[in-house]
């Protein structure tokens, strides 16, 4: 079993930025695929970013490219994604997933191919 606990949520304004975490614990894996989604309000959740091991390959989803950045600290067990000149169409609750297989990129985008799921951070860019 995987236990995720995201963190660092909170209300900006327009252009300002934040970084959520995610701590995992319970097992570890030489292969995986760790990914952050959001939720848009009446929108399905959506695939932000993520990255695979043990390659360490990136992938961003089109919304986000070159204003999000993942990051890891693999002594804390902990990613990051760093947010920045955030938008109030960015206004979601931010998840992050995990699985324990490295996902092909074809499957990176789909929330169903991910086994584990933290509860959830709350961001919200408002003037």
């Known amino acids: 079993q995987v236990l995720l606990v995201e963190s660092g949520g909170g209300l900006v304004q327009p252009g300002a930025s934040l970084r959520l975490s995610c701590v995992a614990s319970g097992r570890t894996f030489s292969t995986g695929t760790m990914a952050w989604f959001r939720r848009i309000p009446g929108k399905e959740r959506e695939f932000v970013a993520g990255?695979?091991?043990?390659?360490?390959?990136?992938h961003y989803g089109d919304a986000v490219k070159g204003r999000f950045t993942l990051g890891k600290d693999r002594a804390r067990n902990t990613i990051y994604l760093q947010m920045n000149s955030l938008k109030p169409e960015d206004t979601a609750v931010y998840y992050c997933a995990a699985d324990s297989s490295r996902l092909i990129v074809s499957r990176l985008w789909s929330e169903d191919n991910y086994s584990y799921w933290g509860q959830g951070t709350q961001v919200t860019v408002s003037s």
């Open positions: 990255f695979r091991w043990p390659d360490n390959s990136q």
